[in-house]
């Protein structure tokens, strides 16, 4: 047991001091100039193995260059099943990218690529050492933590046994009721687990643990990786009321535990939402009860084999709610101290077990002696007994029966670019609590922001994301670069930029690694071009930033000859108002005689109009003559007609043909005889002018007087009144129907030719 944190905080601080160092190589290290980068997972990172022997390993990382899918390859280095190029995302987008695999048990070297089309492109990024396997956080006190100095702790031999070699600082926060603010847990580095390692977050020593982790590793021929938050010196009492953040007192020294309201259930509680949810975790394996044996009476109400359980049960529902997750706890039976052993603490350790699911035995280590200071476990031969001791109840039996918790996915970044000279914006995954944008690999404690979307410059970041219990995931590194935005392409011409023969002129982008997007639409790197005008490229980078070439004029024709003109319509513009649009042939190098130098103009006043095409294939062309023409006026007379009586219409102010609508024929004056109200429009083909009259068709009137002669050619003609009908004409030729609804009569002087149809209703006008 540990009476006074002095030593092992100066001892702390030195060790994060170098921890520090180490991080900052890797990080330059890893961003070198490749493609595809992997962020996650990190080297010697070991996820929980679940029930099937397999987990979910979770590649995300960044890439420089366009690709259209990411593939992993796995080496089994020791144990484990090596796994082939296997594509994990397809189609990635922003310059980022996440996907998983799942892993069989073992210890791997762990290879990425970005594959464009089937085609590898860029290196190949390594994460040397991979596993998949078990993870376990100690809990408890001194005999778990490691007494530190020369305690004959055992270094792991197996490579694949590992550990963060880091511990938090020591806060004093000797008052109740406030957040002691704590130091948060660095960003992991994962270390083999040697003689001399610290096992964050309070680990003092490799103590038993390297140890164990040979013999686990040996027997299911897996990686191991340990966490320890046990605390020196601490009893029941101070473990389940700091879950809390109650005071309680240390069983030694009449003084609040630590000095500190959070200690140590602080420990676990950073292990838990830091370490197991990054990479998940098996168990807590809790190491506790001398303090209690030697002063049952030192923390509250005297412990017996009741108090000790709920007490316990107590601390491991925190954990659970705090991790959001049913984990596993491993209890083994501990008291002795100084020839002391208590046989109630013993139950309750026994009946925490059917207290609580997922809670299992574990050693009973009084009686591993003799201990050199009658307490701790010191000295290897203690020690490897320790170990074996915990390895025979982490039995296969208890990884059968066991629930492991798998590690969440790492959190993913998204990224939008304004194209318009700004900074990226980068969001967050959406679905956490609260966010914490960092530099670098900096703690979230650190954050310079809380928000799911930040507008970033030059520098290298992460992103903490921490659900509501205060879990933990954590992003890929963002590496912004000093400008975000490719260069501005040029474009080269293979040869003149004038072709005067009809041929293709070829257009090169200079621009690489990005994505050319031309003018015409094409993404290719060259494009073939065969009509003059001004072509431009757009750049555009992974990230989705644009930037634009200046435009080249290229001038390609199928002859040297000088332009022509095309009129929208005919050469005249009437006088009632309108306009005609005059187009030069040539895209570009246009002058018109109006000074004008668009590739159209338009024109509503009469002269004659050309246009020159400076330089290549230039020239001028012929005139074209614009006249503004009187405009063409209609009239009817009469315009108002009974039905089956004739109009005659006549246009006026036309020195060509006129032609009218609705079938009325051509001329000047032509002769109409509609059969309802008809608008009639002429056009003068001469000017394409043009003017309408209006005629209205009376269907049925009182009375109705014919006394015209009627030469018809249509079908039938009929003549209608409501009342009667009077005739006194003649009728020459044609099928003519008399219609009244009174009367009809035939005054002297009504004739029908041979070889005409007359036919008189009286019914009614329809």
């Known amino acids: 047991m540990r009476p ?17 160092l180490f991080v900052c190589s890797i990080a330059q290290k890893s961003f070198s100039q490749t493609n595809v980068v992997v962020g996650v997972p990190l080297e010697r990172t070991v996820l929980q193995r679940q029930s099937n022997d397999y987990a979910p390993v979770f590649v995300s990382g960044s890439y420089t260059l366009f690709i259209n899918s990411v593939e992993v390859q796995l080496t089994a280095l020791n144990g484990g099943i090596s796994v082939p190029w296997t594509s994990i995302v397809s189609n990635p987008t922003g310059g980022f990218f996440k996907g998983s695999i799942n892993v069989y048990k073992g210890w791997y070297k762990l290879e990425a690529r970005g594959m464009l089309n089937g085609v590898q492109v860029g290196n190949i990024h390594t994460v040397q050492k991979v596993g998949v396997g078990e993870v376990f956080i100690v809990a408890g006190q001194s005999n778990g933590q490691g007494v530190g100095g020369s305690d004959g702790s055992l270094a792991a031999v197996d490579d694949r046994v590992n550990t963060v070699d880091y511990t938090i600082p020591y806060v004093s926060c000797p008052g109740p009721n406030f957040n002691c603010g704590n130091p948060q ?14 096992l964050s977050p309070n680990g003092n020593s490799s103590w038993c643990w390297g140890k164990l982790g040979d013999l686990i590793s040996a027997r299911i021929n897996a990686p191991v990786v340990f966490f320890n938050a046990a605390a020196g010196g601490s009893g029941l009492y101070n473990w389940s009321k700091s879950a809390y ?86 209890v083994a039976k501990a008291t002795y101290f100084q020839g002391i052993t208590d046989a109630e603490i013993i139950n309750g350790q026994n009946d925490i077990r059917a207290a609580s699911s997922q809670v299992f035995e574990g050693p009973n280590t009084d009686g591993i002696q003799p201990r050199s200071d009658d307490v701790h476990l010191t000295g290897a031969a203690n020690l490897a007994a320790l170990a074996s001791a915990w390895d025979g109840w982490l039995s296969n039996s208890f990884f059968t029966a066991s629930t492991p918790q798998a590690a969440r996915e790492p959190l993913s970044v998204a990224v939008s670019c304004p194209n318009n000279g700004g900074n990226l914006t980068f969001t967050a995954q959406a679905g956490f609590t609260t966010y914490y944008w960092v530099n670098g690999n900096n703690s979230f404690e650190t954050s310079f922001s809380n928000a799911q979307a930040v507008t970033l410059g030059q520098g290298t970041y992460r992103v ?8 933990l995931s954590f992003s ?15 474009i080269s011409p293979a040869g003149p930029i004038t072709n005067c023969s009809g041929g293709t002129v070829t257009l090169t982008s200079n621009s690489s690694n990005v994505i050319n997007v031309w003018s015409t639409g094409s993404n290719a790197q060259s494009i073939g071009v065969t009509t003059s005008g001004n072509y431009t490229v757009t750049s555009q980078n992974v990230f989705g930033c644009n930037t634009t070439s200046d435009p080249v004029a ?32 040539s895209p570009t190098g246009n002058i018109w005689s109006t000074g004008q130098t668009t590739q159209s103009i338009v024109v509503s006043s009469t002269g004659n109009y050309s246009v020159t095409v400076s330089g290549g294939c230039g020239g001028t062309s012929a005139s074209t003559t614009v ?35 609705n079938s009325a024929g051509s001329g000047s004056s032509v002769v109409v005889q509609p059969t309802a109200n008809t608008t009639y429009l002429a056009t003068c083909a001469s000017t394409g002018c043009s003017g309408s009259v209006a005629v209205a068709v009376n269907q049925c009137p009182p009375t109705h007087s014919i006394t015209s002669t009627i030469d018809s050619t249509s079908p039938t003609t009929e003549f209608r009144a409501a009342s009667t009908v009077v005739a006194t004409n003649s009728i ?35």
């Open 4 to 20: 006074s944190p002095v030593r092992f905080i100066i001892f702390m601080k030195l060790r994060r001091f170098t921890f520090l």
């Open 185 to 198: 847990l660095p960003f992991p580095s994962y270390s083999p687990l040697s003689f001399s390692a610290n």
């Open 245 to 330: 953040n109650q005071l309680s007192n240390h069983y030694f020294f009449n003084s609040q535990f630590g000095n500190n309201v959070e200690i140590p259930y602080v420990y676990l509680n950073r292990s838990l939402k830091n370490y197991a949810s990054f990479l998940g975790a098996r168990a807590v394996l809790w190491h506790q009860g001398e303090s209690d044996a030697k002063f049952p009476n030192a923390g509250g109400s005297t412990i017996n084999r009741t108090v000790y359980r709920d007490e316990l049960k107590k601390i491991i529902d925190k954990s659970r709610a705090d991790y959001g997750r049913q984990i596993p706890w491993v």
């Open 464 to 471: 903490y994301g921490a659900d509501a219990n205060g879990n």
């Open 476 to 490: 890929t590194p963002i590496v912004v670069p000093a400008s975000p935005y490719p260069a501005k392409p040029v």
């Open 554 to 585: 290229v001038t390609a024709s199928s002859s040297s000859g000088p332009p022509t003109i095309t009129p929208s319509g005919t050469n005249y513009i009437c006088q009632s108002g309108g306009s005609l649009t005059l187009t030069s042939s």
């Open 627 to 661: 006249i503004v023409s009187s405009a063409i006026t209609a009239s009817a007379s009469p315009s108002s007609i009974v039905y089956g009586q004739t109009t005659t219409l006549t246009a006026s102010n036309c020195s060509g043909t006129v032609s009218w609508n």
């Open 732 to 766: 020459n030729s044609g099928n003519i129907i008399y219609r009244a609804g009174a009367s009809v009569t035939l005054n002297p002087g009504f004739r029908v030719e041979p070889g005409t149809v007359f036919k008189a209703y009286v019914q009614g006008c329809p």
